[in-house]
Protein backbone atom coordinates (compact mmCIF):
# COMPACT_ATOMS: atom_id res chain seq x y z
CA UNK A 1 0.00 0.00 0.00
CA UNK A 2 1.70 3.28 -1.10
CA UNK A 3 1.53 6.12 1.46
CA UNK A 4 2.75 9.50 1.43
CA UNK A 5 2.51 11.51 4.76
CA UNK A 6 3.70 14.99 4.92
CA UNK A 7 4.16 17.14 8.49
CA UNK A 8 5.51 19.80 9.98
CA UNK A 9 3.15 22.25 9.01
CA UNK A 10 2.43 25.45 11.59
CA UNK A 11 1.41 28.55 12.19
CA UNK A 12 4.32 31.12 12.33
CA UNK A 13 5.01 34.34 11.67
CA UNK A 14 6.53 35.91 7.98
CA UNK A 15 10.07 35.88 7.86
CA UNK A 16 10.38 32.48 10.14
CA UNK A 17 11.03 29.48 8.88
CA UNK A 18 9.63 25.46 8.56
CA UNK A 19 10.66 22.69 7.06
CA UNK A 20 8.38 20.19 6.12
CA UNK A 21 8.45 15.86 5.58
CA UNK A 22 7.34 13.42 3.99
CA UNK A 23 7.61 10.20 4.54
CA UNK A 24 6.61 7.68 2.24
CA UNK A 25 6.13 3.52 1.55
CA UNK A 26 5.05 1.18 -0.60
CA UNK A 27 6.92 2.16 -3.56
CA UNK A 28 10.60 2.52 -5.24
CA UNK A 29 11.43 5.58 -3.52
CA UNK A 30 15.12 5.87 -4.21
CA UNK A 31 13.94 5.61 -8.15
CA UNK A 32 11.32 8.01 -7.75
CA UNK A 33 10.66 11.68 -9.14
CA UNK A 34 9.14 13.45 -6.01
CA UNK A 35 7.22 16.89 -5.96
CA UNK A 36 6.39 19.58 -3.51
CA UNK A 37 3.08 21.56 -4.33
CA UNK A 38 0.66 23.80 -2.39
CA UNK A 39 -2.86 25.04 -2.65
CA UNK A 40 -4.27 28.12 -1.28
CA UNK A 41 -8.00 28.40 -0.84
CA UNK A 42 -9.43 29.80 -4.18
CA UNK A 43 -6.44 29.10 -6.16
CA UNK A 44 -4.85 26.24 -7.95
CA UNK A 45 -2.63 24.09 -7.08
CA UNK A 46 1.06 25.22 -7.78
CA UNK A 47 4.00 23.04 -7.58
CA UNK A 48 7.25 24.57 -5.71
CA UNK A 49 9.86 21.93 -5.72
CA UNK A 50 10.68 18.50 -7.30
CA UNK A 51 13.45 16.42 -6.88
CA UNK A 52 15.18 13.76 -8.82
CA UNK A 53 16.60 10.60 -7.86
CA UNK A 54 19.98 12.08 -8.66
CA UNK A 55 19.75 14.63 -5.99
CA UNK A 56 18.63 17.25 -8.83
CA UNK A 57 15.98 19.63 -8.21
CA UNK A 58 13.89 22.43 -9.93
CA UNK A 59 11.90 25.02 -8.04
CA UNK A 60 9.43 27.38 -8.74
CA UNK A 61 10.25 31.00 -9.20
CA UNK A 62 8.15 32.08 -6.19
CA UNK A 63 10.66 30.27 -3.96
CA UNK A 64 13.61 30.34 -5.41
CA UNK A 65 16.09 31.01 -2.66
CA UNK A 66 14.12 31.05 -0.30
CA UNK A 67 13.25 27.15 -0.01
CA UNK A 68 15.53 23.73 -0.39
CA UNK A 69 14.47 20.30 -1.45
CA UNK A 70 15.76 17.49 -0.13
CA UNK A 71 15.76 13.55 -0.18
CA UNK A 72 17.01 11.02 2.39
CA UNK A 73 16.53 7.56 0.92
CA UNK A 74 17.77 5.85 4.19
CA UNK A 75 14.71 6.93 5.31
CA UNK A 76 12.13 7.34 2.46
CA UNK A 77 11.72 11.05 2.80
CA UNK A 78 11.51 14.00 1.30
CA UNK A 79 12.03 17.54 2.83
CA UNK A 80 11.06 21.14 2.36
CA UNK A 81 13.25 23.72 4.18
CA UNK A 82 11.21 27.21 3.74
CA UNK A 83 13.00 30.31 4.77
CA UNK A 84 11.88 33.64 5.07
CA UNK A 85 8.34 32.66 4.68
CA UNK A 86 5.69 35.15 3.69
CA UNK A 87 2.02 35.22 3.88
CA UNK A 88 1.54 34.56 0.26
CA UNK A 89 3.13 31.38 1.53
CA UNK A 90 0.30 30.33 3.34
CA UNK A 91 -1.14 27.16 1.62
CA UNK A 92 -1.76 23.40 2.11
CA UNK A 93 1.46 21.83 1.35
CA UNK A 94 1.50 18.27 -0.64
CA UNK A 95 3.97 16.00 -1.48
CA UNK A 96 3.68 13.82 -4.45
CA UNK A 97 5.46 10.75 -5.79
CA UNK A 98 5.94 9.93 -9.89
CA UNK A 99 8.02 6.50 -9.35
CA UNK A 100 10.32 5.54 -11.97
CA UNK A 101 10.92 9.20 -13.33
CA UNK A 102 13.63 11.60 -14.22
CA UNK A 103 12.85 14.77 -15.31
CA UNK A 104 15.39 17.34 -16.40
CA UNK A 105 15.60 20.49 -13.92
CA UNK A 106 15.86 22.69 -17.25
CA UNK A 107 11.68 21.15 -17.69
CA UNK A 108 10.20 22.76 -15.18
CA UNK A 109 8.39 21.13 -12.20
CA UNK A 110 6.42 17.72 -13.62
CA UNK A 111 2.47 18.78 -14.33
CA UNK A 112 0.62 17.81 -11.12
CA UNK A 113 -1.75 15.60 -13.37
CA UNK A 114 1.55 13.63 -13.82
CA UNK A 115 2.32 12.49 -10.91
CA UNK A 116 0.72 8.84 -9.62
CA UNK A 117 0.50 9.14 -5.75
CA UNK A 118 -0.50 11.99 -3.19
CA UNK A 119 -0.37 12.70 0.24
CA UNK A 120 -2.91 14.28 2.07
CA UNK A 121 -1.35 17.53 2.88
CA UNK A 122 0.16 19.75 5.84
CA UNK A 123 -0.82 23.76 6.40
CA UNK A 124 1.28 26.33 6.31
CA UNK A 125 -0.10 29.43 7.62
CA UNK A 126 1.91 32.41 7.48
CA UNK A 127 0.63 35.45 9.15
CA UNK A 128 1.94 39.08 8.95
Known amino acids: QVQLVESGGDSVQAGTSLRLSCETS????????IGWFRQAPGKEREGVAA???????TYAESVLGRFTISRDSARNSVYLQMNSLTPEDSAMYYC??????????????????????WGQGTRVTVSS
Open 96 to 117: AARPLHWRGVGAGILPASDFEY
Open 51 to 57: INADDTS
Open 26 to 33: GFAFKLAY
